[in-house]
């Protein structure tokens, strides 16, 4: 049986990825040229595809190390380092025991623990053996990366997230060994365009003019379209163009809930069948409603002035000025400040998005689930 070639996670190689020819070349050769680079887009838009996707160029995989490095669930310091260990540990599992053996001599701070399933799989548990001492593993991992036999590259996805740590000097410290590395360049991928503006383009920051920027867009309709036709054509399906564009417009060109929609449909349509128009709308009504009593219990658990804004701010679509007295006479809301307070919550809680002053549902079917209410 084949598979579902639209993947909706993780990265399965260039015959399933689409597009991004530019960004590929430009990331590429930013990276290769000795360029650190802030890569930003809203999340699911497929910046983690990209990375993927550019470290596993010939010219990369021949030259460089790569790591790519997820600290989204992060919170303090020793998260973060705990994290990095892991992932380098996870990704140097393919070189085997020799490569393995040399990061946990170097990094000795860190203890490793490694399990395998029933299934034959690697899992990692890591921890920090000198209690209160991050810093000395942080020292430990950079002089592994300076000390590699060959350039390292190494992407830090969600890299917003060090703002919120306790520690107040993260950025410094990550600066100061960033800056002295000579053996290392690095991505700076995130989702939150203001707090990344901030972190790189404001002059009293640490990482202030240290980097290239990069933003990722939409990929454009006709070309995720044949890119949708194809993949069904080449498995013994055929499907109607109509069918990506329509789904395009519905998800403004997001790539993971365009990918989630057109996996299901390819799984619905048999082989030597056509995938029609006809099945979108029941299709997107199935897996909306799919998520209904996850949808319930999110509301649930929301203030009603969280809950109240939500709505208000779902109804708009793309929401501004919502602490001006026309979005809060037309919404029935309180005060400027209470607006203000539950948006700072319901963006915390990565349930609405904030992007150069507009204010959005991030989960579009979560979107269309309140908007049928």
Known sequence: ??????????????????????????????LMNGNNVVLISP???????????????????????????????????????????????TQLMPSGQRAIAKFTRAVSSLRPTITMDPMGNANFSIEVTQLGAPEYSLEQIFKYIEEADRPVLVAMDEFQQ??????????????????????????????SRHLLSEMFLAPSRPFYASTSMLSLECIPVGTYSEFAVSLFRRNGKDLDIEVPQMVYKKFDGVTWFMQKVMNRL?????????????????????????????????????????????IAINKEGKAESITGGKFIKKHSLQSPSTVQTAARALVDRQIVTFNQGTYEVYDKFFSMWLASR
């Open 1 to 30: 049986m084949n598979r579902n070639p639209f993947i909706t996670f993780g990265y399965e190689g260039p015959e399933y990825f689409c597009d991004r020819q530019h960004e590929t070349t430009e990331l590429t050769s930013l």
């Open 43 to 89: 999340r699911r838009m497929g910046k983690t595809g990209l990375l993927y996707h550019c470290f596993g160029q010939e010219e990369v995989r021949k030259r460089y190390t790569t790591f790519i490095i997820d600290i989204l669930s992060t919170s303090n310091l020793s998260d973060l380092v705990v994290t990095m260990g892991k992932a380098i540990l």
């Open 162 to 191: 060090i703002t919120c740590y306790p520690e107040k000097n993260v950025e410094a410290v990550l600066r100061t060994y960033i800056q002295r590395s000579r053996n290392s360049t690095w991505v700076f991928s995130g989702s």
């Open 266 to 310: 390819y799984s619905e349509t048999g082989n030597g069948q056509i995938c029609d128009v006809s099945m979108v709308e029941d299709t997107i009504k199935e897996m909306v409603e799919g998520n209904g009593a996850i949808y319930t219990d999110l509301l649930y658990q929301l203030a009603p002035r969280q809950k109240e804004l939500l």
